[in-house]
């Protein structure tokens, strides 16, 4: 992986978390969030200023995005690596993330069961069969971030539940 995507991948799961700023911006006469351009430097900075987040992240799915997203949130200070867990069918996926001091579960149940937050990273033809998995587990608070292509709010909402935190 490149560290371009690699950067990317981290920056994508900085602002999903909110860790990225928003400015109010004018279009006619209604206001859009629209998000502010930082540097890398300028976001290390600001995340370095800021407290950790003090959320259990979860992976259903473990593979390369999976990975950039944890190691931008460990790299930058923003969750300890102990505050992460993960699940996939491959072990050599789960020893990875085990070597990152995260926590490798056998089923996606178990993931969410210990999260706060939770990253669908799954092909888009398994989203559903690891949300089904984890549906039973999923609580008033716990946010569902999917990365994979072409999933839409309702597909996850279907599955999940009309009141998860999609």
């Known amino acids: 992986m490149s560290l371009l995507s690699l950067g990317h991948a981290a920056s994508v799961g900085m602002r999903a978390l909110g860790?990225?700023?928003?400015?109010?911006?004018?279009?006619?006469?209604?206001?859009?969030?629209?998000?502010?351009?930082?540097?890398?430097?300028?976001?290390?900075?600001?995340?370095?200023?800021?407290?950790?987040?003090?959320?259990?992240?979860?992976?259903?799915?473990?593979?390369?995005?999976?990975?950039?997203?944890a190691r931008g949130l460990i790299d930058r200070g923003v969750v300890q690596p102990s505050h992460i867990c993960c699940s996939d069918p491959a072990q050599a996926r789960k020893e990875l993330f085990r070597s990152l001091g995260a926590t490798p579960y056998d089923s996606n149940l178990e993931v969410a069961q210990n999260s706060d937050v939770l990253f669908v990273s799954v092909k888009p033809q398994f989203v559903h069969t690891v949300l089904a998995d984890a549906r039973p587990a999923l609580k008033d608070h716990t946010l569902i971030i999917s990365i994979a292509a072409g999933i839409t709010v309702s597909q996850l909402l279907e599955t999940a539940g009309p009141n998860a935190k999609v």
Do not use: D
Request: overall charge positive; aromatic content about 6%; proline content about 2%.
């Open 19 to 69: 860790l990225v700023r928003q400015q109010q911006h004018r279009s006619c006469s209604a206001f859009r969030r629209k998000p502010i351009r930082v540097t890398s430097r300028q976001c290390s900075a600001w995340v370095e200023a800021s407290m950790s987040l003090n959320k259990r992240i979860g992976f259903m799915g473990s593979g390369q995005m999976a990975e950039a997203l």
